[in-house]
């Protein structure tokens, strides 16, 4: 007994030694087994981190193209209504503020602005000179108008009638567009929405809405190109859509 105490104590004894070697067998398989299984740990997560991140970068660029799209309309809206504004008040405006501006005063803001000052045009080859003042000018023009405003009530008589025959024909389709939103034959549309666009019979193709104002809609299709369909379009049934 003392001797199997003695192997036992220094750890030499089988009784000992085998137990421990199973043991030991055992721990290194479940040290395999927990290192691949942190491997494909570690493998899924970092998956599910790139997809995380690809579907971030896909949103944001999406979310940029609509932006985009928006701000250039509003731009495109704003230098439209400039433009118009300009050319129906500048010459008028131009004209009265050189009337109502006293003599001297004109003079004397003249000689402030070197670059106020009218330039001779620089003209090639043969060209009328008019020897109308202003108020000459002014006085043709208010007799054209009133010329053009006494013919115009007899071209409304004659497309009276014409104008009569369109409006009597109601829309195939409902649709129009409120506070931003498209009503299309009972459904609303928003700007982001995916949609299907059919043009008459053709074969129907996805598209994104990009922005939606009083008259027209702006889409985005697959291939990221830009189309644009006014209301009218989809009151005649030149094109219909549909949710995707």
């Given at each position: 007994m003392k001797a199997k105490l003695e192997d036992v104590m220094s750890g030499k004894a089988t009784?000992?030694?085998d137990p421990l070697a199973v043991l030991q067998n055992h721990m290194e398989i479940q040290i395999e087994v927990a290192g691949i299984y942190r491997g494909l740990c570690l493998e899924v997560i970092k998956h599910r981190h790139g997809c995380e991140l690809q579907g971030a970068q896909q949103h944001l660029e999406s979310e940029k193209l609509l932006l985009f799209d928006s701000l250039e309309e509003?731009?495109?809206e704003r230098i439209q209504r400039l433009e118009d504004d300009r050319h129906s008040v500048g010459l008028t405006s131009e004209w009265w503020d050189g009337k109502l501006r006293p003599k001297h005063i004109s003079k004397e803001w003249d000689s402030l602005w070197p670059s106020k000052r009218k330039k001779p045009?620089?003209?090639?080859g043969p060209y009328i000179v008019y020897m109308l003042?202003?108020?000459?000018?002014?006085?043709?023009w208010t007799a054209i108008k009133k010329a053009k405003a006494a013919v115009s009530p007899s071209k409304r008589k004659l497309e009276g009638p014409l104008k009569a025959e369109k409006l009597s024909s109601p829309p195939l389709f409902a649709a129009h567009c409120e506070e931003g939103h498209l009503h299309y034959e009972g459904e609303m549309y928003v700007k982001g929405?995916?949609?299907?666009?059919q043009p008459g019979d053709e074969t129907p193709v996805q598209a994104v809405i990009t922005a939606i104002s009083t008259g027209e809609v702006w889409l985005r299709r697959e291939d990221a190109s830009k189309t644009k369909i006014y209301v009218s379009q989809l009151q005649k049934g030149k094109y219909s859509i549909h949710k995707a």
């Amino acid at each position: 007994m003392k001797a199997k105490l003695e192997d036992v104590m220094s750890g030499k004894a089988t009784e000992y030694l085998d137990p421990l070697a199973v043991l030991q067998n055992h721990m290194e398989i479940q040290i395999e087994v927990a290192g691949i299984y942190r491997g494909l740990c570690l493998e899924v997560i970092k998956h599910r981190h790139g997809c995380e991140l690809q579907g971030a970068q896909q949103h944001l660029e999406s979310e940029k193209l609509l932006l985009f799209d928006s701000l250039e309309e509003r731009l495109l809206e704003r230098i439209q209504r400039l433009e118009d504004d300009r050319h129906s008040v500048g010459l008028t405006s131009e004209w009265w503020d050189g009337k109502l501006r006293p003599k001297h005063i004109s003079k004397e803001w003249d000689s402030l602005w070197p670059s106020k000052r009218k330039k001779p045009p620089l003209v090639s080859g043969p060209y009328i000179v008019y020897m109308l003042h202003d108020i000459d000018i002014m006085e043709d023009w208010t007799a054209i108008k009133k010329a053009k405003a006494a013919v115009s009530p007899s071209k409304r008589k004659l497309e009276g009638p014409l104008k009569a025959e369109k409006l009597s024909s109601p829309p195939l389709f409902a649709a129009h567009c409120e506070e931003g939103h498209l009503h299309y034959e009972g459904e609303m549309y928003v700007k982001g929405e995916s949609i299907f666009l059919q043009p008459g019979d053709e074969t129907p193709v996805q598209a994104v809405i990009t922005a939606i104002s009083t008259g027209e809609v702006w889409l985005r299709r697959e291939d990221a190109s830009k189309t644009k369909i006014y209301v009218s379009q989809l009151q005649k049934g030149k094109y219909s859509i549909h949710k995707a």
